[in-house]
């Protein structure tokens, strides 16, 4: 599981030896602010939990993956080499399979 922005700050804060007075002073906020984005009873903008990151000499990274949805990309392209015909035989096949409770067809030519 990701850290939450509250442990992301409290662990740089504690890896550069600042205090939240500090590090309040540098952002020009509280302590109490950044106690409650510490114990995570507000959720900061991004903006800000880059800002306060960059006053602790760290920078904020946010990355994207691809999201695993279970559809078997492989099986999409190995149906769209047939023909029109193979693919309408095949659906036609694993419909069949369904409304008779048979195991679905898994060759390109079944």
């Not at 600042?18 to 507000?42: F, G, K």
């Amino acid at each position: 599981m990701e850290p939450s922005p509250g442990e992301l700050l409290r662990a740089a804060r504690s890896r550069h030896g600042v205090s939240q007075a500090r590090l309040a002073t540098r952002a020009s906020t509280t302590q109490s602010a950044i106690s409650r984005i510490e114990r995570d009873q507000v959720s900061p903008s991004v903006e800000t939990l880059r800002s306060l990151l960059y006053l602790l000499g760290e920078d904020l990274e946010l990355g994207v993956a691809e999201r695993d949805t279970g559809v078997d990309r492989t099986m999409i392209r190995e149906r769209l080499e047939l023909s029109a015909g193979e693919r309408v035989d095949y659906g036609t096949s694993f419909t069949d399979s369904l409304i008779q409770g048979r195991r679905a067809p898994t060759g390109a030519g079944a």
